[in-house]
């Protein structure tokens, strides 16, 4: 028998599954114990004594988060298991987005001003520059080319936006993930980010009271734990977690260029298969165990956000600073006496985020996307060469598309020649295709 329950509440999903573990009985049987119990109850009931966290895996849930700045947004992101989506800096126009402003003062207003009023009042200004620039061809679609251009303004323009400014997302999860995750979130070093994961945790406990899985973030590091001083032990060294290794170190990290090491090893084993492979078609997991690799440069904390989007390797979070420098990329895509404005501009805005805070954390907020950040990341051999294959794409913003050709490929095709890779090389980096990557109602 096959049978498809996709009309309960996630409690009653979950336990429902975890019966199987405990009894032979059919599904079938076990539905009716649920419409028995009614709704929220049957969990109540049956979970008591069960003693395992996995139950809370087979029940899932969607949490919509909005108004909350794109540092939020990344530090909710930034767990292997996240699964959701983003408003897109590229389709959007974020000009009449709240800026979260954890200093707010004057001064500090000021400088978010300053920011939104370049990114605003330029865009007709910038749309120009690329229509010059990308002339419409005779066989591309004026909708389409029209989307590109817009999209295009965007991508330029993200550079000057605070990275303070409020986006919304989604996050799709299951229970224990989710009172996992929000464990650390609670211990964040964003006073934002520890108040937006305590609204998250109320909300799931009341949302989900009969579960028994410590939604509440003051019991989910053991369900049903009485030793207290046992479980503040895990609440401090949770805590050290938390706040000292949120934001990987630029310890060590080269102040210009890139690193590279792999750790693949016994790739021979599997040469056909890895010489052959068609494209389009994905490394299967299993040749994971041959090692991994790893990749250090700089990237904007823009495109940083498109990076992190792959979850399936270690993406480190970087502390978004002025350090190194703003990405000449943005302005090089800006008409000359604008590239002059800009430059001003961020002199300007360095030097007043410098005296805005003594606390890099809250500095943050100020600081625009076009900013440089040291990145880190670590793939096993199939995913490393899925980021590469899909990240090296016309599609793909100019910025990251450039790190993935120039330290990703390169590196790695130099390492592994025979292995088969199926990248887009290729400098142009101008497609009408990002006009037609939307979403609208069928006609």
Known sequence: ????????????????????????????????????????????????????????????????????????????????????????????????????????????????????????????????TVRERYPRRPEENEDAYNGAVKARTFDILRGFLPSGITTQLSWHTNLRQAGDHLLLLSKHPSREMRDIADEIGVAL???????????????????????????????????????????????GFPQEGSGFLSQIKGVHQYADLLASRPRGCVLPHFLSDLGQLSFAFELDFGSFRDLQRHRNGVCRMPLVTTDRGFEPWYLEQIDEKLQDEARKLIDQQTREIRDLSSDPVVRQYYTALGFRVPCQVTYALPAAVYVMEMRSAKTVHPTLRRVVQNVMVKNFQERFP????????????????????????KS
């Open 1 to 128: 028998m096959i049978k498809i329950v996709d009309d309960l509440t996630p409690e009653d999903v979950a336990m429902l599954q975890a019966l199987y573990s405990r009894s032979a009985e059919s599904v079938e049987v076990h539905l009716e114990k649920v419409r028995a119990s009614g709704s929220g109850k049957f969990m109540e009931r049956f979970y008591v004594g069960y003693g395992h966290k996995s139950i809370a895996d087979c029940g899932t849930t969607t949490i919509f988060i909005e108004g909350v700045s794109l540092l939020a947004a990344k530090a909710i992101q930034d767990w292997s298991l996240y699964c959701g989506q983003e408003t897109s800096t590229r389709y959007i126009d974020m000009g009449k987005q709240r800026i979260v402003d954890p200093v707010g003062f004057d001064y500090s207003k000021r400088v978010l001003a300053n920011w939104m009023e370049f990114y605003s009042s330029h865009q007709d200004r910038v749309a120009a």
């Open 205 to 251: 406990s009341k949302h989900y009271p009969s579960s028994g899985m410590g939604m509440s973030l003051a019991s989910v590091s053991g369900v049903g734990n009485k030793d207290a001083d046992a479980a503040a032990e895990r609440a401090r060294w949770e805590g050290i977690v938390a706040t000292k290794h949120t934001h990987t170190s630029a310890d």
């Open 418 to 441: 025979s292995i088969a890779l199926h990248v887009d090389t290729n400098p142009d980096d101008w497609t009408v295709r990002r006009g037609q990557q939307t979403i609208h109602a």
